[in-house]
């Protein structure tokens, strides 16, 4: 059985006393991370090290910032998208275990009517484009990430409220929706097809979690090759209701490969 998980942390240093006591409990063989925030010589790669992980990052000081930890040394690592600005810390990918693996964290937009958000749309169809020359769908792939997207009404807690948000507007769910279909699988929907799972809670919200005012916007998406080896996929609450958590939960995809 292989694990992939993908994780939010809303920054590494803060969250380093979930995350690594998380990977000793539960033990996957990659772990996508996102919102990293701290740049690349102050990332705390020993603490990987320690329990037996690889682990590979591009980060800025204070804001985005991506990495991968492995089981397995990853080969091949390249950062960023193949246009400018390349964004080398919104984009990881590596091939680990036969698999190629690619993490992202898409922008979020700020609001409707800013240039943050046009430029998330933009970012998503420069994704489009390099996704499309780059990923072979026949082999064994694997897209993660933040996606700053909630693809359907299932996937958020209040739809008609929030048609507006720039993680559930009609055009940013549209250029999200176009590279699915390039041919990627989105491995929770294909293991719960119909069920209300979050995998953002927002702090600002009061009682969110017991009210389930949840977000989906983390998702593990798979070739089809790989998808259809994909026996398992949850979201993990624990570290959410763990103390200075992040905002977001790990997501887990198992495959019998």
Not at 42 to 55: L, N, Q, S, T, W
Not at 146 to 166: F, G, Q, R, T, Y
Not at 169 to 188: N, W
């Amino acid at each position: 059985m292989l694990k992939i998980a993908t994780f939010n942390v809303n920054s590494i240093r803060s969250r380093l006393h979930i995350v690594i006591p998380w990977l000793k409990e539960n033990k996957p063989d990659i772990l996508c991370m996102q919102e990293t925030k701290v740049e690349n010589r102050k990332f705390p790669e020993a603490d990987f090290h320690r329990i037996g992980y690889h682990v590979v990052f591009s980060g800025s000081k204070g804001r985005n910032g991506v990495a991968i930890a492995s089981l397995e040394e990853p080969e091949d690592v390249s950062f960023g998208l193949d246009s400018e600005p390349k964004d080398e810390d919104r984009l990881i990918r590596a091939k680990i275990a036969g698999i190629d693996v690619i993490n992202t964290y898409v922008p979020q937009g700020f609001k409707i009517d800013s240039e943050k958000y046009q430029y998330k749309l933009q970012w998503l169809e420069r994704l489009y484009h390099y996704l499309q020359k780059t990923v072979d769908f026949r082999s064994f792939a694997v897209w993660c990430g933040d996606m700053n997207v909630a693809p359907e009404p299932i996937d958020v807690h209040s739809p008609d409220k929030l048609k507006n948000h720039v993680c559930f507007h009609e055009d940013a769910r549209r250029a999200y929706k176009k590279i699915l279909e390039l041919g990627f699988v989105d491995v929770l929907r294909k293991i719960h097809p119909n069920e209300r799972i979050y995998t953002f809670y927002d702090y600002r919200v009061k009682g969110a979690i017991e009210r389930g005012l949840g977000w989906r916007v983390d998702a593990i998406l798979a070739t089809p090759p790989l998808a259809e080896r994909c026996v398992d996929c949850y979201a993990d609450i624990k570290p959410r209701l763990a103390e200075k958590p992040s905002d977001h939960l790990p997501l887990v995809a198992v495959f019998d490969v």
